[in-house]
């Protein structure tokens, strides 16, 4: 399971109604069950995501063995869902988990 950082502006909205419509939005299909929604597309075997607190949690399962287009469109899909339902670029995405990677490896 991976935790992104959410923008405070983005974070009041990201109910799970909202996750689900951005689900269905970029991967087409999307089920809501509670506050977790499912959905897969293309590589992505599975996909659960919910908002926990500050963040946004995903749980994502790839299958390895699709076309190299599929999986590059899965990709590009995937982090324009997360841009989305986070306010974060995939570079601004990567820079804070490193940030946070820092943090907890001088804290240990």
Same mark, same amino acid.
């Given at each position: 399971?991976?935790?992104?950082?959410?923008?405070?502006?983005?974070?009041?909205?990201?109910?799970?109604?909202?996750?689900?419509?951005?689900?269905?939005?970029?991967?087409?299909?999307? &089920? %809501? *069950?509670?506050?977790?929604?499912?959905?897969? $597309?293309? #590589?992505? =075997?599975?996909?659960?995501?919910?908002? +926990?607190?500050?963040?946004?949690?995903?749980?994502?399962?790839?299958?390895?063995?699709?076309?190299?287009?599929? &999986? %590059? *469109?899965?990709?590009?899909?995937?982090?324009? $869902?997360? #841009?989305? =339902?986070?306010?974060?670029?995939?570079? +601004?995405?990567?820079?804070?988990?490193?940030?946070?990677?820092?943090?907890?490896?001088?804290?240990?």
């Amino acid at each position: 399971m991976q935790k992104y950082p959410v923008k405070s502006t983005v974070r009041k909205e990201l109910t799970p109604e909202r996750l689900e419509a951005l689900c269905g939005t970029h991967f087409d299909t999307a &089920a %809501r *069950d509670g506050p977790k929604v499912s959905t897969t $597309f293309g #590589a992505i =075997a599975a996909l659960s995501v919910w908002s +926990e607190g500050k963040e946004l949690a995903v749980e994502v399962t790839m299958n390895p063995k699709v076309p190299e287009e599929v &999986a %590059r *469109d899965t990709i590009r899909r995937y982090n324009q $869902f997360l #841009a989305a =339902a986070t306010g974060f670029t995939s570079k +601004e995405r990567a820079k804070r988990l490193q940030k946070a990677a820092k943090a907890a490896a001088s804290g240990s």
